[in-house]
């Protein structure tokens, strides 16, 4: 079971990212997922992909330099990767896929 001060920098990390992917993508003009449903589809799979390459991916880079544990550093590493996932789910994959 995580800590406590794992599920609270978790939860800050992607509800800030989210929030904030959100207020620059509407800034953008925001989008309209429209279109045929196979490319809906393919788009939902890569915005999945990209959610998993940062999920993962920087779960191991930044488990090189610092271990899992309940420090200062370990845990702004978390809100940092979940604040990247966060803003990647409102506003990069939207960005990348649709623009």
């Not at 509800?15 to 309209?32: C, E, K, S, V, Y």
């Not at 940062?54 to 200062?72: I, M, N």
Request: hydrophobic share 55%; with cysteine; glycine share 14%.
């Amino acid at each position: 079971m995580p800590s406590p001060s794992a599920v609270l920098f978790t939860t800050a990390g992607i509800f800030f990212g989210l929030l904030t992917g959100l207020a620059w993508f509407n800034r953008q003009g925001g989008f309209d997922p429209g279109g045929f449903v196979w490319r809906r589809i393919v788009h939902f799979l890569l915005g999945a992909t990209g959610v998993l390459i940062l999920y993962l991916g920087l779960k191991v880079v930044f488990g090189l330099f610092v271990p899992d544990s309940e420090a200062l550093i370990p845990c702004i590493l978390r809100y940092v990767r979940y604040f990247l996932v966060g803003s990647w789910v409102s506003a990069g994959a939207p960005w990348f896929l649709f623009v």
